[in-house]
């Protein structure tokens, strides 16, 4: 039988009240504690901020360029990132079970680049997602587009699906060609996914009024890389959103389309999470690339 513990020298430290520590991250203090353990394994605690590797683009584009062989070109990037965005299909059939990154799930699909692409439905069982372990779900929502409310409905049946299990939600604002990039639009679209329950938000960056998009919205915008920029304009781009105020990037194209992809992402890293400018960050890829560019390759 254990012994009793009747030791009077306890410390109960009667003087130092209980601290309640509030969630860092902005708008989720009402969360319960599996959604906002999950929130920090995507956004780290120090900066409140995330650099998300995104991978996902096959499931409606196909082999696109730097993806073809997710384990040759992705795996050797994914030590550098904060969180993954990805399908179940290659989170099972590539990704080793024992990477430490959150991941997030791409849970909305169907139609392909050669159909219209707001037709989208809900892709993912949230159950699989739990069996996955995913810190959240993503799924696309085309405000103005010709499936709007079917794609703003797979949303909030996601969100409170996410809600029974503690799984938070990722609204990707999706822009069609048609569609004007500007503040007036991301910050309805943006709005219209927090106002329904997405506890972060994805969107693009403006040329002006971005800082606008971010304080209208009552929880974390990722801003989205987008097409393939040169590596110092896109180390201005994720200057130019985080001193706006979004709470990190989630980049695909513009990290596994450069030449130097583990230098392009580590040179993200520190402008999101250390605060250095686009200069220095460039100047830090430029010194890895070579670096990287004189060790031999291996796979």
Same mark, same amino acid.
């Given at each position: 039988?254990?012994?009793?513990?009747?030791?009077?020298?306890?410390?109960?430290?009667?003087?130092?009240?209980?601290?309640?520590?509030?969630?860092?991250?902005?708008?989720?203090?009402?969360?319960?504690?599996?959604?906002?353990?999950?929130?920090?394994?995507?956004?780290?605690?120090?900066?409140?901020?995330?650099?998300?590797?995104?991978?996902?683009?096959?499931?409606?584009?196909?082999?696109?360029?730097?993806?073809?062989?997710?384990?040759?070109?992705?795996?050797?990037?994914?030590?550098?990132?904060?969180?993954?965005?990805?399908?179940?299909?290659?989170?099972?059939?590539?990704?080793?079970?024992?990477?430490?990154?959150?991941?997030?799930?791409?849970?909305?699909? +169907?139609?392909?680049? !050669?159909? *219209?692409?707001?037709?989208?439905?809900? &892709?993912?069982?949230?159950? %699989? @997602?739990?069996?996955? /372990?995913?810190?959240?779900?993503?799924?696309?929502?085309?405000?103005?587009?010709?499936?709007?409310?079917?794609?703003?409905?797979?949303?909030?049946?996601?969100?409170?699906?996410?809600?029974?299990?503690?799984?938070?939600?990722?609204?990707?604002?999706?822009?069609?060609?048609?569609?004007?990039?500007?503040?007036?639009?991301?910050?309805?679209?943006?709005?219209?996914?927090?106002?329904?329950?997405?506890?972060?938000?994805?969107?693009?960056?403006?040329?002006?009024?971005?800082?606008?998009?971010?304080?209208?919205?009552?929880?974390?915008?990722?801003?989205? +890389?987008?097409?393939? !920029?040169? *590596?110092?304009?896109?180390?201005?781009? &994720?200057?130019?959103?985080? %001193? @706006?105020?979004?709470? /990190?990037?989630?980049?695909?194209?513009?990290?596994?389309?450069?030449?130097?992809?583990?230098?392009?992402?580590?040179?993200?890293?520190?402008?999101?999470?250390?605060?250095?400018?686009?200069?220095?960050?460039?100047?830090?890829?430029?010194?890895?690339?070579?670096?990287?560019?004189?060790?031999?390759?291996?796979?």
């Amino acid at each position: 039988m254990p012994e009793a513990d009747v030791n009077d020298a306890k410390q109960f430290h009667e003087d130092v009240p209980q601290r309640s520590q509030v969630f860092f991250l902005k708008g989720s203090a009402a969360y319960d504690w599996g959604m906002q353990n999950r929130l920090a394994r995507i956004f780290r605690p120090e900066s409140g901020r995330t650099v998300m590797l995104a991978i996902d683009h096959g499931y409606f584009q196909g082999p696109t360029t730097g993806l073809e062989r997710i384990d040759l070109n992705i795996l050797p990037l994914v030590p550098y990132a904060d969180a993954l965005m990805l399908t179940r299909g290659v989170l099972r059939s590539v990704v080793p079970p024992t990477i430490q990154q959150g991941f997030v799930l791409r849970a909305s699909g +169907g139609p392909s680049i !050669l159909k *219209e692409l707001s037709n989208e439905q809900i &892709a993912l069982d949230v159950d %699989d @997602a739990v069996r996955l /372990g995913a810190a959240a779900m993503a799924v696309q929502v085309f405000v103005g587009g010709e499936f709007e409310t079917q794609s703003i409905h797979n949303m909030t049946r996601l969100v409170d699906e996410g809600y029974r299990r503690g799984i938070p939600v990722l609204g990707v604002t999706a822009v069609g060609m048609e569609l004007v990039r500007d503040a007036r639009y991301l910050g309805l679209a943006t709005r219209i996914c927090a106002e329904l329950g997405a506890q972060v938000v994805k969107t693009y960056l403006c040329d002006e009024g971005f800082e606008r998009v971010v304080a209208g919205c009552p929880v974390p915008i990722v801003m989205a +890389g987008g097409k393939k !920029l040169p *590596e110092v304009d896109a180390l201005i781009m &994720a200057r130019r959103a985080i %001193d @706006a105020g979004a709470s /990190g990037v989630d980049m695909g194209r513009n990290i596994f389309q450069s030449p130097a992809p583990v230098a392009m992402l580590q040179a993200v890293r520190r402008v999101v999470h250390d605060g250095v400018s686009p200069t220095e960050a460039y100047d830090l890829y430029r010194a890895l690339a070579s670096e990287f560019s004189h060790q031999p390759a291996t796979v």
